[in-house]
């Protein structure tokens, strides 16, 4: 009894599933996940997890996973060791940069992987390979949101934690799905609702659970929250509601900020957004009275034409009405993926070092090149939608990617997976077979969160440790260790023993870091930065003021223009996004069998006006066509739509549907696809 008892052992974790950052216990027996089990000591969750944290984690033991290195030769696959595959990637991307230069590889790390991996991927761009073109798949999703804050606040983060959330009069959640996405932040507002009658007011295209429970529910048309927002600034402006006090002590560029106002009027609001005038004066008045408002956004705002526009709205009427450096007040952009804040934070972007330092900025470059004793080229490199373009272009010849598939998640699909045919090397490092690893010519078998140590970043800029509960599957690596072999092979001097190493070389040289260590993260310990050298952190931002020269917060104009709508040709728009049970692509959820069952078919959400008007029920099948692609499904008819709207879950199991319809217009400002600006038309395929 006492060997079997010593076998079940109890483990603290991650979640590796959403921003929200809920740690607990797992208990295991040998491979088998026994009981997964919330700790009151948890700070983003308490005792609460949702149905992904509690049961999703089989896929840790698919027979799917991958145990063996696969190098491509005659277009098969043939199961390698470890010590070829390794020689093979390093001799391959030395030759690629000899012959045609560093700018010629593309690296692509994962929001799944730890703070430690992302480090490591960049290092390895920048110092071993000698280019910027590193990204993340915050590209995908919150990049506009940091650049929205960058320029008016100067930190790429939530204000402020969930707690702050939770504490707010006034909660706005703008294109978040905040139920399904975000399942236990979810859960805050909604006690806080009940507890102390904290309102929500829901913006969206989609009337979901949470617009269900809100105390007001809008739905601007599709891309038009500009518009509302900047209106809604314009009218607490005219009617003398702003927080002056605020705004004299800690904003500039009010002027220029009130005179790019001017055109946004009610009538304007009300027309291009199909919200009435009435009600849009009623938001206003509402935010100009509370005395704390917290605005969370996702998707919905950012992956749009002016995805890094309308979250500078959302940040200049925060900064207009006071709600920044408060408890219970902010922005929170609502990020998607467990490590997907952590990722950009150290520095897999192509134009910041890790803590947001440019490559441009000559004192940060020659600390690097100190440290790593390399040269690293000060223009920023290519972003995942630029290295598409280089491909096709001719013009990168070689990328490497872990733990993204993005063959099925990058936005117009054919288009992607036609770029890495053309590929000279392509090498994937994932946990199975994707379905961007089937094109890949070699495929490196990684190890999951529950296999490795290390540190993840969650939507509060909270920093936590996991620890181990498994050991790797045979055959499988951790990310970090396979980057070090691939770094080693090529002449560099990495021994990291353990990833509190990566920390701590991480804190030595990026400033937002400098208290970091794993000592002071122990167990249920958690950081939030930027941590100070003595280890002080900072739970709610600028308190000292904002990061700029002279302390304070910065009004962005902005200009808009109606750059989308539908056709007569494409009539109709599609709106994309999670569902409760499974993550992103749904890769892993998939593989659990519980949740594949409970939710087989990929389905198309249609208005029960639109069913009478084309004649279609429930369980009819539709093929939807844009100018990119087309893709089926089978038909819902609920009045969770209403119009000409429709929804497709971006889970399929791997069956993509939207991805084969999204284009290649993005976000100007951060090339962010615009995975939310489909035009389709509909054609049923069979009635019912
Ligand atoms: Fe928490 Fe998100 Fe994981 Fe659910 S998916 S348990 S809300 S971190």
Redesign the pocket.
């Known amino acids: 009894a006492a060997m079997r008892e010593e076998r079940i052992k109890k483990t603290k974790t991650v ?8 740690s607990f216990d797992v208990w295991t027996k040998d491979r088998h996940i026994l009981k997964v089990e919330p700790n009151a000591e948890s700070p ?2 308490g005792i ?7 049961f ?1 984690w089989d896929y840790v033991n698919s027979e799917k996973r991958l145990t063996k290195p696969l190098i491509r030769r005659d277009d098969t696959f043939h199961e390698v060791e470890w010590d070829e595959a390794i020689s093979y990637v390093a001799k391959r991307m030395t030759e690629i940069k000899e012959k045609r230069g560093s700018d010629d590889l593309g690296f692509i790390s994962s929001s799944k992987a730890t703070n430690e991996e992302s480090y490591l991927m960049q290092k390895l761009s920048r110092q071993i390979i000698g280019t910027n073109n590193v990204d993340n798949c915050s590209r995908y999703c919150q990049s506009p949101a940091t650049k929205g804050l960058f320029r008016t606040v100067g930190h790429g983060g939530d204000s402020g934690s969930i707690d702050d959330i939770a504490k707010a009069n006034l909660v706005l959640t703008i294109g978040s799905n905040t139920a399904e996405s ?4 979810a859960s805050r507002i909604k006690r806080s609702q009940k507890l102390f009658g904290q309102k929500l007011f829901v913006f969206d295209l989609r009337k979901h659970e949470m617009a269900t429970r809100a105390d007001r529910f809008y739905q601007p048309k599709s891309g038009s929250d500009l518009v509302w927002l900047s209106a809604v600034s314009k009218y607490i402006l005219d009617q003398g509601l702003e927080d002056k006090n605020f705004i004299e002590e800690w904003v500039n560029e009010f002027d220029a900020y009130r005179e790019s106002l001017e055109p946004y009027t009610m009538e304007y609001a009300s027309e291009l957004t199909g919200i009435p005038k009435q009600e849009l004066i009623e938001v206003a008045e509402e935010i100009a009275k509370a005395d704390k408002v917290s605005i969370c956004w996702a998707m919905g705002v950012t992956q749009h034409m002016r995805g890094s526009d309308t979250s500078t709205a959302i940040s200049n009427l925060l900064l207009l009405t006071g709600n920044y450096r408060r408890e219970g007040c902010g922005a929170y952009p609502l990020r998607g993926h ?1 490590n997907v804040q952590g990722c950009s934070d150290f520095g897999s972007m192509p134009n910041f070092f890790p803590g947001y330092e440019e490559t441009t900025d000559d004192e940060v470059r020659a600390r690097y090149e100190q440290a790593w004793n390399c040269t690293i080229p000060k223009e920023p490199g290519k972003d995942n939608h630029q290295m598409i373009e280089a491909i096709h272009a001719g013009n990168l010849s070689a990328m490497y990617v872990i733990g993204e598939d993005t063959g099925i998640v990058d936005a117009n699909i054919n288009y992607v997976t036609d770029a890495f045919e053309k590929l000279d090397l392509f090498i994937v490092q994932d946990l199975f077979l994707t379905k961007t690893a089937e094109y890949a010519d070699v495929v490196l078998p990684a190890a999951p969160s529950l296999e490795k140590e290390g540190t993840f970043t ?1 939507t509060e800029r909270r920093i936590q440790r996991l620890y181990k509960s498994l050991d790797p599957l045979p055959g499988a690596k951790p990310d970090w260790k396979i980057l070090q072999l691939i770094a080693q092979e090529m002449g560099g001097a990495w021994n990291y023993e353990h990833p509190s190493e990566i920390m701590a070389e991480a804190a030595s040289l990026a400033p937002l870091f400098a208290g970091v260590s794993y000592e002071r993260l122990e167990g249920y310990h958690s950081l939030q930065w930027p941590v100070h050298e003595d280890g002080t952190d900072e739970p709610l931002l600028f308190q000292e003021g904002f990061p700029f020269e002279d302390g304070k917060a910065r009004f962005y104009p902005l200009e808009f223009e109606l750059e989308y709508d539908t056709s007569e040709k494409y009539d109709l728009h599609v709106n994309n996004g999670r569902l409760l049970e499974h ?1 992103h692509e749904g890769n892993m959820t998939y593989k659990v069998e519980g949740i594949a069952r409970n939710t087989p078919n990929p389905f198309v959400e249609v208005s029960p006006e639109l069913a009478t008007e084309r004649d279609i029920r429930e369980g009819a099948e539709v093929k939807l066509i844009s100018e990119a692609g087309e893709a089926t499904g089978v038909v819902t008819v609920t009045d969770r739509v209403r119009g000409k709207e429709l929804f497709i879950p971006m889970s399929a199991n791997g069956k993509s549907a939207v991805n084969f319809l999204t284009d290649n217009r993005v976000d100007k400002d951060t090339n962010t696809p615009a995975y939310k600006e489909i035009a389709v038309r509909m054609e049923v395929m069979r009635k019912e």
């Open positions: 979640c590796t599933y959403c921003g929200v950052g809920c983003a969750n609460s997890t949702c149905v992904k944290g509690k999703g975000h399942p236990v932040l467990n969650n993550f």
